[in-house]
């Protein structure tokens, strides 16, 4: 059934997304009262009016097109954290992030995105990146490949000696362990710099526009489209552990995604060496 429904259903499925950007997140962009943003965790963990519509036109529409469906929507599980448990069950599962990068959102920065991966069983089946104040539609399909506003998407690979850009946790949302374990990247020949919107990160990755990421949270949301996206362009991911990414959680953590296995692997060596 999941087979069919990728090989003919993956357009309706860009359909809802964009649908649902058009009705609940971009009218409200630059134009949120300041009674429409609320904070979660923290003055840097924010939520606005746009999280909630979106991730509740989504899942209407998601389990709509899949009916037997269920969706882990981020803010579904900030309501109650039993949600999650659906990512080890039997059910297709789509993983949402409505707003990816709710910060930039709420200060008018165009880098943010919605993010929506459809798995099952712990298997990433495809995944959709959109960001739609910059126009950019990212798509991948498990063993088809992945497109940017229906172009391939490669990786590709650093060039020899590059410095290699790596976008990492952002200080804000890092303890001082976490920061300890980041700080060894900064070393001669890496270049790490504080991320954005995890998925557009990731999108920059399959684009090789920067050469990797490291990531000291797991938040399936947050990932799950990127990494299937970097995966289909030809790039690589895993744990300091050095084992795959498990999106249910219970991964070792920190980990990483680059642009080809070698980079993976050197970025995986620094942060591992922290001990």
Known sequence: MLEDFLAGDMNDVEEAVRKAAAAEIVPRFRQLAADEI???????????VADRRAEEHLTASLTALLPGSVVVGEEAVHA???VLAALGGDAPVWIVDPVDGTRQFVHGDPGFATLVCLAHRGELLASWTYAPALDLMAVARRGAGAVLNGEPLKTGSPAPGKVLEVAISHYDFTDDEQKRVLATLVTEGVAPRPCGSAGLEYLNVAR???DGLAFSWENAWDHAAGLLLVAEAGGASGTVAGEPFRIAGGNALPF???RDEATLRHILGLLASAG
Do not use: F, M, Q, Y
């Open 80 to 82: 109650d954290a039993g």
């Open 256 to 258: 990483a995604a680059a």
């Open 38 to 48: 609320v904070e979660k965790n923290g003055p840097h963990d924010l939520v606005t």
């Open 208 to 210: 090789g526009e920067i």
